[in-house]
């Protein structure tokens, strides 16, 4: 059994040098009605072979962006990624690559980190950047804590058209931190109302494109802030980056955002990697670490690890975060696909999706479906049906599509809305396959 490497004279011997007799006696602290003393209920043992024609079994009941055609978002995206970012990243000298604390042998490593900070924080429009975090999700909730922090007030304000799964993780950490988090509604579609900006705020979170597609105002949510004294908070697309005016324009505070378009398979998830950029007087509070270029007494140009500021490495009453590491692989991805697509290449990945996103608004409102917030939009709409989302989307499944995510669970009144996203790699034939489709599901 290769997955059993203990014997039972090994484990005479372990319970030998930790002073018991038994199994039972090494866990005599956990509860006896906790204790599992009947087999489980599983099936017998397999050889290596069936086991994986089992799992293969299993993983071919999935339904993925190979076996439908895609047009589900809301934060993870179908988007082309060359072949170079994935010759790259399974090198052995970065794949196998830990935190490069020996600067003197990790100089390749350090130098991709450099870079990647260095290309987030011109994405973004901003001074600095990290060298990133675990996902957009967890980003953002840092971004809060560092406002809170910094302006020495515990009131956060988050729009409702940010992300959902992120006003979960942000909610998360307030509860844990003692910070308090007031949603304000959109029920436009964007973020308007900035009554809950007042002097208690610590911070305003806006969405750019919002969780909807919408382009939001920055400018109103900078002059809300300012007029508060509250930092502003933007979760941005990098795509969207490629023709939108970048956050920093705006004045905006702290930038973060989720990687996983711009280099990250989809995965069953993740694994992803969360960008954070920042105002240059903000770096000390940054969460994370940062590589910087030096040089060494010979003048030699080279980099290292030159801020961290979790609390395995300074006093725990000094750190700002408790962040332990960063997706590096992921960052690697994101920097190579950076690299490969270029200046003009993200610029023609944006323009794509926009307009892939104007024609499939034509072709499903031509289906039946009606746009619900009529806003600029980048890469997702909302579309209303006269039947219930679920119903339509399970519907379309069934015809190799997927159509979209169903918005009534998270957004009560919306169980006919369905947000629908688009991406450089649909084609036309497929958003015309898509409204037929629908059609028939409709009528």
């Known amino acids: ?22 199994i039972d006696d090494l866990l005599r602290e956990i509860p006896e009605s906790l204790r599992l003393r009947d087999p489980l209920d599983v099936p017998s043992g397999l050889d290596e072979h ?5 799992l293969f079994d299993l993983a071919a009941k999935n339904l993925s962006s ?42 390749g490593f350090l130098q991709s980190i450099y870079e990647f900070q260095t290309m987030v924080a011109e994405l973004y429009g901003m001074d600095v950047a990290n060298a990133s975090m675990y996902d957009g999700s967890t980003s953002m909730a840092e971004a809060a804590l560092l406002a809170c922090g910094q302006t020495g007030r515990s009131k956060i304000v988050v729009s409702q058209a940010v992300h959902p799964a992120y006003r979960q993780v942000l909610s998360t950490y307030a509860w844990a931190s003692g910070h308090r988090v007031a949603e304000v509604a959109a029920p436009a579609g964007d973020t308007t109302d900035f ?10 979170i806006v969405q750019y494109p919002n969780f909807f597609g919408i382009i939001e105002d920055l400018a109103a949510a900078r002059a809300a802030a300012t007029e508060a004294g509250a930092l502003l908070i933007v979760v941005a697309d990098p795509i969207a980056m490629g023709l939108l005016p970048p956050p920093g324009q705006f004045g905006a505070d702290i930038v973060v955002g989720e990687g996983q378009p711009i280099g990250v398979a989809m995965g069953f998830g993740g694994p992803l990697v969360g960008l954070f950029a920042c105002r240059q007087d903000l770096i000390r509070r940054l969460p994370g670490r940062i590589v ?21 490495d300074i006093r725990r009453e000094k750190a700002t975060s408790n962040i332990c590491t960063n997706e590096a692989l992921m960052a690697l991805a994101a920097t190579v696909y950076l690299i490969a697509v ?65 918005l009534g669970d998270t957004y009560p009144g919306l169980e006919n809305s369905l947000l629908v996203a688009l991406t450089e790699t649909r084609s036309r034939a497929q958003i015309d396959d898509y409204g037929r489709k629908l059609a028939e599901v409709l009528n």
């Open 292 to 312: 910087g270029r030096t040089h060494d007494h010979q003048g030699r140009p080279g980099f290292t690890m030159t801020l961290r500021t979790r609390e395995q």
């Open 50 to 54: 069936n086991l994986f024609l089992y």
């Open 195 to 204: 009554s809950a900006v007042d002097g208690e705020a610590a911070c305003l």
């Open 1 to 22: 059994m290769p997955y059993i490497p203990h014997t039972e004279a090994d484990r005479r011997r372990m319970l030998a040098e930790i002073g018991v007799d038994s």
């Open 66 to 107: 190979a076996k439908l055609t895609w047009f589900l978002g809301a934060g993870l995206y179908d988007r082309y990624i060359p072949a170079t970012v994935g010759a790259v990243i399974s090198r052995g000298e970065f794949l196998t690559a830990y935190t490069p604390y020996q600067p003197e042998l990790s100089q």
């Open 342 to 406: 270029g200046k003009n290449g993200l610029r023609s990945v944006a323009e794509s999706t926009v307009r892939n996103t104007q024609y499939a608004i034509r072709a499903l409102t031509s289906a039946g479906g009606r746009v619900r917030f009529e806003r600029r939009v980048f890469g997702e709409f909302v579309l209303d049906l006269p039947k219930p989302a679920v119903q339509v989307r399970d519907a379309l499944i069934e015809q190799g599509i997927m159509a979209g995510l169903p």
